[in-house]
């Protein structure tokens, strides 16, 4: 289970952004496609399998729409903002970095 949510475009495709525990800090993750089910099912087919969105307490900003729009695969990850809501200044990497470090804790 992991906290996010998610926005739905004109276009009628949605961006879910997830966070997840990665190490101390944890990871952000955005996915770009046609429904919240089918983003989800990206991510399992990727081995994360134990990932659920419930509500939509955190989503995604204006600024990580943009960029996960602008990755050609639309699966881009980040550190997690830190808890006091301190932003972290660090670029978007594709999801292939993520999972060749290591794997994510369920």
């Not at 134990?50 to 600024?63: F, H, K, V, W």
């Not at 050609?72 to 972290?88: C, F, K, M, Q, S």
């Amino acid at each position: 289970m992991a906290a996010g949510g998610f926005c739905k475009l004109p276009n009628g495709t949605v961006v879910v952004a997830l966070n997840l525990p990665y190490g101390s800090a944890g990871v952000r993750v955005l996915v770009h496609a046609r429904n919240r089910a089918r983003a989800l099912t990206r991510l399992r087919n990727l081995g994360l399998r134990a990932i659920y969105l419930r509500g939509n307490a955190e989503p995604p900003t204006p600024d990580e729409i943009t960029a996960v729009l602008h990755h050609p695969d639309g699966l881009i990850w980040r550190t997690a903002p830190a808890d006091n809501g301190v932003t972290v200044n660090e670029l978007w990497h594709p999801i292939r970095a993520l999972l060749r470090s290591s794997a994510l804790v369920p």
